[in-house]
């Protein structure tokens, strides 16, 4: 029976039930240059401490989710070395001193291969971790992630990552569109901007779960390793 495999986890508008095979964990975007010091985001003035108090709490998510054996999928924002997928108007959006493609402080900014565009260490993917690289801020724009899912038969995501208003939010309303249940976890998603992380959260559980739900790691630590 499929039902005996549902956990129940609270979260917000209304508890969120998954089948954990059916699950997977999408972690978005935990790249160097998004988090750390000295990285691409901070060169542009951005407070890197609000994305890397979400390192912990998905570290440990992480950590059980692998325990249990479930799917764990990555994803990266970043472009070709040769840019040819990157919009013009993305590349001169902001009119910054350094752009997409230019050199940054760790590498090539947001270009596949550089060290700044890699996931953070503590978050590292393993072997066998689908990682997705990704060009624009939703995580199934032109990538095959629908198809990975469709494949594992995966119909609920529990969303983490940075940055909540911007790749978190588009990725979550890509997924809602396509018939996922999102799960988004407050405490392992992060904005440069705490008024964006407020209102990124309300925006995806109003309206009865517009466009998905809100809950804790802890929570779902705990459903998973009582399976
Ligand atoms: N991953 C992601 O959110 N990319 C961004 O560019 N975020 C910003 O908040 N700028």
């Known amino acids: 029976m499929a039902h005996e495999k549902l956990l129940t986890v609270p979260a917000e508008p209304y508890p969120f039930e998954f089948d954990p095979a059916r699950s997977a964990l999408l972690i ?3 790249q160097r240059d998004f988090l750390e010091p000295g990285g691409f985001g901070a060169m542009l003035g951005n407070d890197v401490g609000q994305l890397r108090r979400t390192i912990e709490p998905n570290r440990r998510l992480l950590g059980a989710w692998r325990e249990a054996g479930l799917l764990v999928i990555h994803t ?5 070395p ?15 001193a350094k752009t997409i493609g230019d050199d940054g402080p760790m ?42 899912l469709q494949n594992r038969g995966i ?46 959260l309300k925006m995806i559980k109003a309206q009865g779960g517009i466009f998905g739900w809100v809950g804790k790691s802890a929570d779902v630590i705990g459903a998973i390793a009582k399976k």
């Open 76 to 80: 990266r924002e970043g472009h070709r």
């Open 155 to 200: 119909d609920r995501l529990v969303v983490t990552g940075v940055t909540t208003e911007v790749c978190v939010n588009t990725s979550v309303r890509e997924a809602n569109d396509r018939g996922y249940d999102c799960l988004v976890l407050e405490d392992c998603v992060g904005s440069y901007f705490p008024e964006f992380q407020e209102m990124g």
């Open 28 to 30: 978005i975007d935990m």
């Open 107 to 148: 590498g090539r900014i947001l270009v596949r291969g550089e060290a700044g565009h890699d996931i953070i260490p503590e978050l590292y993917p393993k072997t066998g971790e689908p990682v997705i690289d990704k060009p624009g801020k939703g995580a199934f724009f032109a990538t095959d992630l629908h198809a990975i």
């Open 82 to 96: 040769d840019l040819a997928d990157l919009p013009p108007a993305k590349q001169v959006r902001g009119h910054g």
